[in-house]
T-cell receptor, first 113, second 113 residues
Framework: IAGITQAPTSQILAAGRRMTLRCTQD?????MYWYRQDLGLGLRLIHYSNTAGTTGKGEVPDGYSVSRANTDDFPLTLASAVPSQTSVYFC????????????FGEGSRLTVL | KNQVEQSPQSLIILEGKNCTLQCNYTVSPFSNLRWYKQDTGRGPVSLTI?????NTKSNGRYTATLDADTKQSSLHITASQLSDSASYIC????????????FGKGTKLSVIP
């Protein structure tokens, strides 16, 4: 069982470039989330999706966009990357929004120079 | 503002010893409290989820307690192993239909031979 697959695992990116982090789950979960994890801070929610076709803003959405065209995929796009977006990004899913166990991917480490 | 505070920030213990990690929260409304284990370079993995009515829950050598009156939780690790070396994250959920999970910054545990 793959669970949640994220790609790429790591990337170095020049400031101003566009970048999409991919996330796919095979658990047929309705809810999906994108978090960033920075040293000394707890995980912070960027965007979430309650179900296919709907998305919502989390705590730190600026500079990021998401889409949820189907149940399985939830890509995160940085339209024009800035150094402050250097972080480790985690995609997660749960059966429904706010309930049940949260399953995380292995993370995508992004460095913006 | 919802907050989750964890202590200690870091902890070093000898293999075979027990330890207890603390979590205090000020989150409202409260639905459940979760403990996650995050190995270095990996995504968090769920250890326990406790609702308001649950005082204690075990998962192998991990035992979590919850005092909803004082808004405190603890994670006790028995007979520690080298593989227990990880960050342990306390997370409080505001409930079904809510995307709001408040994450603690984690306790970094190092188990040494």
């Amino acid at each position: 069982i793959a669970g949640i697959t994220q790609a790429p695992t790591s990337q170095i990116l020049a400031a101003g470039r566009r970048m999409t982090l991919r996330c796919t789950q095979d658990m047929r979960h309705n809810a999906m989330y994108w978090y960033r994890q920075d040293l000394g801070l707890g995980l912070r929610l960027i965007h979430y999706s309650n179900t296919a076709g709907t998305t919502g803003k989390g705590e730190v959405p600026d500079g990021y966009s998401v889409s949820r065209a189907n149940t399985d995929d939830f890509p995160l796009t940085l339209a024009s990357a800035v150094p402050s977006q250097t972080s480790v990004y985690f995609c997660a899913s749960s059966g429904s929004l706010g309930t049940g166990e949260l399953f995380f991917g292995e993370g995508s480490r992004l460095t913006v120079l | 503002k919802n907050q989750v505070e964890q202590s200690p920030q870091s902890l070093i213990i000898l293999e075979g010893k027990n330890c207890t990690l603390q979590c205090n929260y000020t989150v409202s409304p409260f639905s459940n409290l979760r403990w996650y284990k995050q190995d270095t370079g990996r995504g968090p993995v769920s250890l326990t989820i406790m609702t308001f009515s649950e005082n204690t829950k075990s998962n192998g050598r991990y035992t979590a307690t919850l005092d909803a009156d004082t808004k405190q939780s603890s994670l006790h690790i028995t007979a520690s192993q080298l593989s227990d070396s990880a960050s342990y994250i306390c997370v409080v959920s505001s409930g079904a239909g809510s995307y709001q999970l408040t994450f603690g910054k984690g306790t970094k545990l190092s188990v040494i031979p």
